[in-house]
T-cell receptor, first 112, second 112 residues
Framework: DSGVTQTPKHLITATGQRVTLRCSPR?????VYWYQQSLDQGLQFLIQ???????AKGNILERFSAQQFPDLHSELNLSSLELGDSALYFC???????????FGPGTRLTVL | DQQVKQNSPSLSVQEGRISILNCDYT??????FLWYKKYPAEGPTFLIS?????DKNEDGRFTVFLNKSAKHLSLHIVPSQPGDSAVYFC???????????FGEGTQLTVNP
């Protein structure tokens, strides 16, 4: 158990809809990262928040947004969903801008 | 542009033998490398890492070798055990940044 929690575990929705994925980092970790893993691919970095502020951005679509709240949990919002958004979404946390990131179990999103 | 590549999607090894997983990278700014292990329905778990100032790091049955001139790293598992069967991801980071860049993963199967 990494100490990082993600909800929900599974999410099935239709094209055009909007969903919110939630992540709680390890106790004491200030940084939260979001990654997307599509079928048979590596994890692609989406975005990082540090203590409530956006710190780094990767290949995140404009239809996607994230935020980190004062209690340090984070939410990833995906809107106008398309079939290609079906993937595993992982959250990770670290103490700071640390290379060693601890991953949650992921949310499997299926867009039908 | 795939900056971290794992060219072998799968590897099958007999229990007790050595498993060698390979990873190549193209970005010379990467200065820290990690291996993560992933079981189905779980998030990636940190296994071992190496800084670019070293060429070898060992932790029990796991050893990571780094060849900077060739931009190549490898993970050796000796002896391999059936419980090692998982997907192994190589990841790299510029420690001035915060995003991990992952390879596509190698499915290791250790046969009893």
């Amino acid at each position: 158990d990494s100490g990082v929690t993600q909800t929900p575990k599974h999410l099935i929705t239709a094209t055009g809809q909007r969903v919110t994925l939630r992540c709680s980092p390890r106790s004491g970790d200030l940084s939260v990262y979001w990654y997307q893993q599509s079928l048979d691919q590596g994890l692609q970095f989406l975005i990082q928040y540090y203590n409530g502020e956006e710190r780094a951005k990767g290949n995140i679509l404009e239809r996607f947004s994230a935020q980190q709240f004062p209690d340090l949990h984070s939410e990833l919002n995906l809107s106008s969903l398309e079939l290609g958004d079906s993937a595993l979404y992982f959250c990770a946390s670290s103490a700071g801008d640390a290379a060693l990131q601890y991953f949650g179990p992921g949310t499997r999103l299926t867009v039908l | 542009d795939q900056q971290v590549k794992q060219n072998s999607p799968s590897l099958s090894v007999q229990e007790g033998r050595i498993s060698i997983l390979n990873c190549d990278y193209t970005n010379s700014m990467f200065d820290y490398f990690l291996w993560y292990k992933k079981y189905p329905a779980e998030g990636p778990t940190f296994l071992i890492s190496i800084s670019s100032i070293k060429d070898k790091n060992e932790d029990g049955r796991f050893t990571v070798f780094l060849n900077k001139s060739a931009k190549h790293l490898s993970l050796h598992i000796v002896p391999s055990q059936p419980g090692d069967s998982a997907v192994y991801f190589c990841a790299a980071i510029e420690t001035s940044g915060s995003r991990l860049t992952f390879g596509e993963g190698t499915q290791l199967t250790v046969n009893p």
